[in-house]
């Protein structure tokens, strides 16, 4: 068979249903003769953000994988392959290449080597005899470990080439490992003995699936528990022992507890420092429980290191505390503690929140969102900058997977491609991004893709007409030459795009637009509602 034949089945016996792309990649053609659905878009590195939210919505077990023409194609693709990088995310990249003979010459753009110092691993297709063994190591870089994109190149001039039959692939493993246990005891007697331990639960939990057994550790020890962006809705932030989670904006509990902490238990987390992240306080003893060896003392220092998978880990530890503690710890303590913060903390916020100006307090306008939709049924990402930090503190996650957090690097216009992504793979989901002005000058022309593939999601644009968070840093350049306006009717282009656009200026029109809104997605017409708000700037920082 004609190697792209063979790569198409090979993806089919991998359980990939959706490649997304843009051409010229002649993997197109084949995918869909091989029944997976081509979905193209309108920028690759959107193509990249949609794959990347169908491997995070199922956690990792349907991976995303995009394609894209040589050259050109691969260069724009860069910035999305280095957010699933730094997101951790399986996905796979399968770009063209020029042919063999000019792959190494410069200037010719080389994806493989390119893409290297970021991507789990990077290999080019040189002989078609190999392509079974190719695709065994990446789907097997893909299935296993911590998460991260890989690269499988295709030589543009490699399309006819034979691949010998039959094909001799079946679909690789899926392994877990789980930590030493002598250091699970030695973990589980300090978690027993802490006397104010917080549990910082990461993505990892995510991919593990270990949300009840975060839930059974939390609530046998009576531990808070807080979240990465990553990990948020890894644990139900209505429950009696959330903290919230953190990035950038913070509910106030969260840095409360972990600075008044003596132990904290990171579960499926790197601990990677960000100005997007929750900072943890030094002094602290920090036992860190990682996929990942290398994250082990990268930026924080560990007492103890369980390296495992996170469920595994969780399974390990339960068992151990078990031995001694045999019934739930009384939390009302705790519980009353973390209400009182959140209710004096709320309570500073709620005229924000709860807001009737006009401009629209952005507060207003995500904290209707919150209680008009159904949240268990809702899958809803944020933008960078002032979406994610107005949205990620207030906004209480009930079920696993239903928020897509991130920020360790933050491109903005993230959030559409991850919106359309998860849709895809649970369409029955209602999927929200929540962007800014700046976001969508970046991706906005992507809405067409979700009209035109039949994607609807419903986006939620705050417009201030402004770079609002630059204010303060571009003072002069504002001042003199208006350097961070910008400019735009968006619910008049969702329209132009064959989308339901509208534009909302006041506050009693929020919720009725929402509702309108969820609506006209179900009756399958992707959505993109324009509040008109005020440059808000304040947001939840540690000590407000």
């Not at 792309?21 to 003769?33: F, M, R, T």
């Not at 009840?212 to 809705?233: D, H, M, N």
């Not at 003596?262 to 960000?274: A, L, N, P």
């Not at 899958?379 to 957090?405: E, K, M, N, V």
Request: one cysteine or more.
């Amino acid at each position: 068979m004609k190697l792209g034949t063979a790569i198409a089945e090979i993806m089919r016996r991998e359980g990939i249903e959706i490649l997304c792309g843009y051409p010229v990649n002649h993997l197109i053609e084949h995918a869909a003769k091989a029944e997976i659905r081509p979905v193209m878009v309108r920028q690759e590195r959107v193509g990249i953000h949609m794959a990347d939210a169908i491997s995070r919505v199922t956690s990792g077990r349907s991976i995303g994988a995009f394609c894209m023409q040589h050259g050109p194609g691969a260069e724009n693709a860069m910035g999305g392959v280095a957010q699933c990088f730094g997101e951790s995310v399986p996905v796979l990249v399968l770009p063209m290449g020029y042919q063999r003979r000019l792959a190494h010459i410069e200037p010719n753009f080389n994806s493989s080597e390119a893409m290297k110092p970021f991507a789990k691993s990077s290999e080019p297709i040189i002989l078609a005899a190999e392509v079974a063994n190719i695709f065994r190591r990446a789907f097997t870089k893909l299935k296993n470990g911590r998460g991260g994109p890989v690269i499988v190149e295709i030589p543009s001039d490699m399309w006819n080439e034979e691949v010998p039959e039959p094909l001799n692939y079946t679909p690789v493993l899926r392994t877990r490992y789980g930590a030493d246990p002598v250091h699970v005891k030695e973990a589980a007697s300090l978690l027993v003995n802490a006397k104010r331990a917080v549990i910082y639960a990461g993505q990892g939990v995510h991919y593990a699936q270990a949300w009840p057994q975060l839930k059974r550790l939390a609530e046998r020890l009576a531990i808070p528990v807080t979240t990465s962006l990553g990990g948020k809705s890894a644990f139900p932030e209505t429950h009696p022992l959330s903290l919230g989670s953190g990035g950038l904006a913070v509910p106030r509990a969260v840095p409360k507890f972990l600075t008044d902490a003596d132990v904290i238990f990171g579960i499926g987390c790197s601990f990677t420092e960000t100005n997007f992240g929750i900072a943890m306080p030094k002094g602290k003893t920090i036992i860190h429980s990682t996929l990942d060896p290398n994250h082990l003392n990268k930026d924080v220092e560990a007492k103890i290191g369980l390296v495992g998978d996170a469920g595994l880990v969780l399974d390990a530890l339960l068992e151990e505390i078990g031995k001694t503690v045999t019934a739930d710890r009384d939390a009302s303590a705790v519980a009353a503690e973390i209400a009182a913060s959140h209710k004096e903390w709320l309570a500073k916020w709620m005229p924000k929140l709860t807001s009737n100006d006009a401009p629209l307090s952005p507060y207003r306008v995500l904290w209707d969102l919150q209680h008009t939709v159904d949240i268990d049924n809702t899958i809803i990402t944020h933008d960078a900058g002032s979406p994610r930090d107005q949205l990620s503190p207030f906004w209480r996650s009930t079920q696993p997977l239903t928020y897509l957090g991130w920020g360790k690097t933050t491109q903005l216009g993230y959030g559409l491609g991850l919106a359309m992504g998860a849709k895809l793979a649970k369409p029955d989901k209602l999927c929200i991004n929540v962007w800014g002005d700046a976001a969508i000058g970046f991706t906005g022309m992507d809405f067409e893709t979700a009209v035109r593939e039949r994607i609807p999601i419903m986006s939620i644009l705050l417009n201030n007409f402004s770079m609002a968070i630059e204010l303060k840093v571009m003072p002069i350049s504002t001042e003199k030459y208006r350097s961070t306006d910008i400019s735009g009717d968006y619910a008049a282009m969702a329209r132009a795009f064959g989308g339901y656009g509208e534009r909302v200026e006041r506050p009693e029109d929020i919720i009725p637009a929402i509702r309108r809104g969820i609506q006209k997605t179900r009756e399958g017409i992707p959505v993109l509602l324009e509040f008109i708000t005020s440059k808000e700037t304040e947001v939840s920082r540690p000590g407000t």
